[in-house]
């Protein structure tokens, strides 16, 4: 049986051009149809192909955009977090987060920074929550690490003194210098380190 008959067999008007339509609106065929039969290497389509159970699910297959715009809908499914919502009028599709992850709240970035860093040798780690801070500090390194070339040097570094009275210039190195910080000064100090 020939495309035409089949069309023919059903109980309605149909109106042509590029384009056939059937009154009852249950079915609306295209021009692929025709190279569907192409495709297929013959030139009759059943009926099957035709007519559907549903005037809707018949124009659904035959809008490709629509087929998978609504199939794409009914597999995305939103989980713990997040909603999912299909607009069919419009062609759209939104996902939203709904809780949690991202916040800038400056605590909860603190937090989580003091939780990921990790003290390595040398180094200490201090998050002060009532501070709003997060320290890291290296420490110093032990005099066992040192030669005694390099302790002899420190030492002599420490308590060189270039001239008197209360312009004397003192070289010192950071320690010497932490360690003076906190005495009155009336000398000038070079630190060299």
């Known amino acids: 049986m020939a495309l035409k008959d089949d069309v023919a067999a059903l109980p309605t008007t149909i109106t042509g051009g590029t384009t056939i339509g059937i009154n009852n609106n249950a079915v609306v065929i295209h021009r ?6 192409k495709l297929l290497g013959s030139s009759t389509i059943g009926a099957s192909l035709v007519t559907a159970a ?6 659904d297959v035959l809008d490709l955009a629509e087929y998978i715009q609504d199939t794409v809908a009914g597999l995305l ?16 599709f939104t996902i939203n987060a709904t809780t949690g992850g991202g916040s800038t709240d400056p605590e909860v ?20 929550d009532a501070g ?37 210039t003192v ?19 070079l630190i060299v380190g």
């Open 109 to 128: 970035v603190r937090d989580t920074i003091g939780g990921a860093l990790v003290a390595g040798s040398g180094v200490s780690i201090t998050v002060n």
């Open 32 to 37: 692929a149809l025709q190279d569907l039969a």
């Open 132 to 168: 709003d801070t997060i320290t890291i500090a290296a420490a110093g390194v032990p005099a066992s690490a040192l030669t005694s070339a390099v302790q002899a040097s420190l030492a002599k570094a420490d308590s060189a003194v270039q001239g008197t009275g209360t312009n004397a």
């Open 171 to 189: 070289v010192l190195t950071q320690a010497a210098y932490t360690a003076l910080a906190t005495k009155l000064s009336t000398t000038t100090y």
């Open 54 to 59: 549903s005037a809707s699910a018949a124009r």
């Open 77 to 92: 499914k939103a989980g713990a977090g997040v909603t999912t919502t299909y607009d069919d009028a419009a062609n759209t």
